[in-house]
């Protein structure tokens, strides 16, 4: 076997989904921690301690204890190279963690056993799903009182529409948590104690040695479930699990670090390695000897004493070596990629060398985009666009002190490139920005507060619908405009439309339909192969 089709074999990729608070970034520490890239785990809520989750780097992550950016972070377990992405769960975000679930090859959802899926839950489901994502579920928190296991996978399949099947099994919840069977090693990992772990004989859950353990109550439920999830629940089929046809379930409190492992030796048997990937040009398969990547995240000012910008790259073929020259296809120039680094959170090493199913960091002066593709192929490769979600909400902004109005500037068009809020300037050069949601402008100004110096004002205006318009100059637009909309251009130029509600909209189109044709970002996006 070569050594780059071996390579490939060993790396797993994947994104940690979740509505916030229902412990993702926990789990993710925890899995860390058993790989051995951290040595201690920090818990979210320890602030006193001033210990923060790994891989919530920027302040005001640890100041809210929620994840607001996307960290990437690798570790090696049993011979497996593992990266996970740890996308931020506030609702707001959805635009980061979208582009984050481009780059993965499986996604594990955390939900909290109390309650059920919940909004944002379903949301990145749905996203999963659209992209053939196999997903893994984790029922976090049962050592708190819980819903019941069986309405718990019943809701699964409700509320999401997708066959589930129980690899883990919990033995109670809350104060009457005392463990969970693993239905594929036939064993009881015991919470209480030494958190031993009982081999049981042919007998599975009816082995006699359970009444010595477990309570009379949790041992009678254990028995009648297991019997009904043999009887009548899913059969474990690896192959539909890796084509996202089948969730595995699995059962365990990541607070206090429980179900967790097995739950990780599970994943990694029978999650995907990285399969090729759609392009312009056909499937593009990993073990190709031509180098291919793509841009799913900019990050400017990891670390603020060296004003620097990261762009993640998904490497999808062949093998990264520092020091090669690439193809960036958007513009077809020449690149050297000297410097190069492998991230956990914040925390950074030069990489020498890397392979398809790896996500490497690479300094950038300007250059990348979001959804850029770099390779060595000599065919003008691109992957599939990443689509921009349509912004809802809209602000005016400008520098408070105006002999700051450089930084500003600066600070404005980083952050835009970053893909971390939209940024259209009308004809007089006034900003205006446009969100998915209100905190991404209480973090962009955090931001540029703290990475530029600037204070700013912000003014809510009263739009809140964007849509572009196909073929045709800034200049013969102007005659559109009237007070119920405002003709503004995106940061690469391109003419917008912002009205004030749907219902504007709709008259505006209906007007002028025979001169105009007006298309959200999604569409638009996804046919110029931008974000």
Request: negative net charge.
């Amino acid at each position: 076997m070569s050594q780059l089709k071996h390579e490939v074999e060993k790396r797993r990729i994947f994104g940690i989904i979740s509505h916030p608070d229902a412990g993702k970034t926990t789990l993710t520490e925890k899995l860390l921690l058993h790989g051995g890239a951290i040595r201690e785990a920090g818990t979210v809520k320890a602030r006193k301690n001033s210990k923060h989750a790994k891989s919530d780097w920027m302040e005001i992550e640890k100041q809210r204890g929620i994840s607001v950016t996307s960290s990437v972070m690798q570790f090696v377990y049993q011979d497996k190279v593992v990266s996970i992405m740890d996308t931020p769960g506030h609702n707001d975000f959805g635009e980061d963690t979208y582009r984050v679930l481009t780059s993965v090859d499986s996604a594990v959802m955390v939900i909290d056993a109390a309650k059920g899926i919940e909004t944002q839950t379903k949301k990145l489901f749905q996203v999963c799903r659209m992209r053939g994502i196999p997903i893994f579920t984790f029922m976090n928190k049962l050592d708190r009182q819980a819903k019941d296991p069986l309405e718990l996978m019943e809701e699964l399949e409700e509320v999401l529409g997708m066959p589930s099947v129980a690899v883990t099994w919990p033995i109670g919840s809350g104060m009457q948590f005392e463990g969970v069977y693993d239905r594929i090693k036939n064993e009881v990992h015991l919470f209480r104690g030494d958190k031993s772990t009982l081999t049981l004989n042919e007998d599975g859950v009816n082995d006699p040695v359970l009444a010595d353990y477990l309570t009379e109550e949790n041992l009678t439920n254990l028995r009648d479930e297991i019997d009904l999830l043999d009887g009548a629940g899913n059969e474990i089929d690896v192959e539909a699990i890796q084509h996202g046809k089948l969730t595995p379930v699995f059962f365990g409190t990541a607070l206090v670090d429980f179900g967790v492992t097995s739950f990780l030796n599970h994943y990694l048997d029978m999650s995907p390695a990285p399969e090729a990937r759609k392009s312009n040009v056909g499937p593009i398969d990993p073990t190709s000897e031509e180098f291919s990547g793509f841009v799913f995240k900019i990050q400017a000012n990891m670390n603020p004493a060296h004003r620097d910008r990261i762009a993640f790259v998904r490497i999808c073929s062949g093998v990264f070596e520092r020091g090669m020259d690439v193809t960036l296809t958007r513009t077809g120039k020449k690149i050297k990629l000297s410097q190069s680094t492998q991230l956990m959170a914040n925390d950074r090493e030069t990489v020498d060398k890397a392979f398809a199913g790896d996500v490497i960091g690479i300094y950038d002066s300007g250059t990348y985009q979001i959804g850029d593709t770099i390779t060595t192929a000599k065919q003008k490769i691109a992957f599939e666009a990443l689509p921009t979600f349509p912004p809802e909400l809209f602000m005016r902004v400008s520098p408070i002190n105006s002999l700051k109005s450089k930084h500003f500037h600066k600070g404005v068009e980083q952050l835009a490139q970053e893909g971390a809020i939209q940024v259209y300037r009308n004809e007089y050069n006034e900003i205006y920005l446009g969100a998915v949601g209100q905190l991404q402008f209480e973090v962009f100004e955090y931001r540029l507060n703290n990475e530029y110096g600037v204070d700013i004002r912000m003014e809510p205006v009263s739009y809140s619908v964007a849509r572009w318009v196909k073929d045709k100059e800034l200049k013969a637009l102007k005659p559109f405009q009237d007070s119920r909309n405002m003709l503004v251009t995106d940061r690469w130029e391109r003419p917008v439309f912002l009205f004030a509600n749907e219902f504007t909209f709709d008259r505006f189109k209906e007007r002028y339909e025979d001169e105009l044709t007006l298309v959200d970002a999604l569409d638009v996006n996804a046919e110029i192969g931008v974000e």
